[in-house]
């Protein structure tokens, strides 16, 4: 029905008859001369209609946006002073000689270039809103990223396999999304959260170097990044250790980012502890275009009488760490008084900060309500600690560890963004020698940090019985500019190894038995040393993009409270379907009015 995209036109065309297919963007009537934007994927051109070809012209008066047109017509130059230097097609433009209306429209519940349209309005009409120039781009770079890692792990012998939807429900992890059996009664299937053990399994099969571009599934509460069903790059390696598959996987990044976006990252990458990311960062995901970092204090106020820094400071799992804002004197009370109600969403008591006006005047150059509690000694030693020059504010977080990180960590990007100290770029690394184990206060006791199939950098089980807070995992995550973009690990592979990780985190021989009985009898049976990788695609594409929601890069996404707009999913079951399955509901379903 076409023979070019409307997008792919230019000065190449020139005196060229050609057939485009598309949307009427915008139609202008200039006297007597009627001109219509004509969109399509790749782009739009200016298509004119001329009163001396009065059956297309008369066609053309009927015309209104979002038409769908079939057109023929032959290229020419746009006159003189007519040109727009901001389009691809912008130095030319198609003179009309025949129009067909493919189908009408009724008028679009919002405009296309309208940027204020609810996300709601957006969602529910979902189908024009990914007709929006915006949008399409977005798609068509994820379209490319897929192909770009399919050829390069293709090009590296990897092999891609599937692996099933419907499978077995875990006890770790997020909730699983249960999927009712019709011809096992009272059974269910879960949807997989990711397809990890499946993977292992093709390892142990011998496939020896596994992809696959796979929905993953879980039931928990939603963010700007995430959602219920998101796409995963999932990759496992037979007979190869981290170094190794950190080296292929930035490798693959790289060529990623030079391909579609011209963009050279380093190599290689840098490389962090997960101790050395809290310390410095508060978080495990650091964005290191922010220049702002955290400086542990506690050595230098634990004999202090100052009771809300002397606490923590003794707490063997206190912190007590400041921030150093450049320029952050400037600041006023109000201000101030925001990261304080900020820091509280953390669970922060408090704010404490002290103002450098001038550093040469000692205390008298200082402005802070906490001065008073502090000898002379112990402020001049922070100031050089945090190396404090005029101007600056400084900030202090003091309480339990796992509060100061949250608190500080978040002021810090919060604070980086508002006074535009985050630098543009990109600013990828590896954060390494996660803690394996992590301790529950609610269900006293541990739980694994990333997830039990994860190797310990330790052999010997007796040592990790013995101190599993110490003990650090084979576990890796990729980070770009503050977002975990890829997190894996080496896995375990020994059957011993797993069964002992299995009692350390309270799953009995019997659990142990019921959930996991296939891989451990696949482990008996020579399983390789193996390990691989996960990265989610729709939040590399949606930082890759500039989009501000995973939703933004998604074609049918969920909202915030897991529902689709579009469909009106989820909705309720017809009796005769849960009958078949045999269930029951305790309560009636809710019924919107």
Known sequence: MRSHYCGHLNETSIEKTVTLCGWVHRRRDHGGVIFVDLRDREGLVQVVFDPTLAEAFGTAERIRNEYVLQVTGTVRYRPEGTMNQNLSTGQIEVAVQTVTILNTSETPPFQLDDDNTSEETRLRYRYIDLRRPQMQERFKLRAKVNQIVRNFLDNQNFLEIETPMLTKATPEGARDYLVPSRTHPGEFFALPQSPQLFKQLLMMSGMDRYYQIVRCFRDEDLRADRQPEFTQLDIEMSFIDEIQLRDLMEAMIRHLFKTTLAVDLPEPFPCMTYAEAMQHYGSDKPDLRNPLELVDIADLLDSVEFKVFAAPAKDPE???????????KELSRKQIDDYTAFVAIYGAKGLAYIKVN????????????????????????ILARVQAVDGDVIFFGADKAKVVNEALGALRLKIGEEMKLTTPGWKPLWVIDFPMFDWDDKEKRWVALHHPFTAPNIADLTVLEQNPGASLSRAYDMV????????????????DMQSTVFRMLGIGEAEAREKFGFLLDALKYGCPPHGGIAFGLDRLVMLMTGANSIREVIAFPKTQTASCPLTSAPSAASEFQLKELGIRLRTAPKVDV
């Open 358 to 381: 001038d550093l040469q005047k000692g205390k008298e150059g200082l402005q802070s309500p906490i001065l008073k509690f502090l000898p002379d000694d112990v402020v001049t030693a």
């Open 318 to 328: 206190g912190r007590v760490a400041a921030l150093r804002v450049p320029n952050g």
């Open 480 to 495: 770009l500019n503050g977002s975990e973009i890829g997190g894996g690990s080496i896995r375990i592979h020994h059957p």
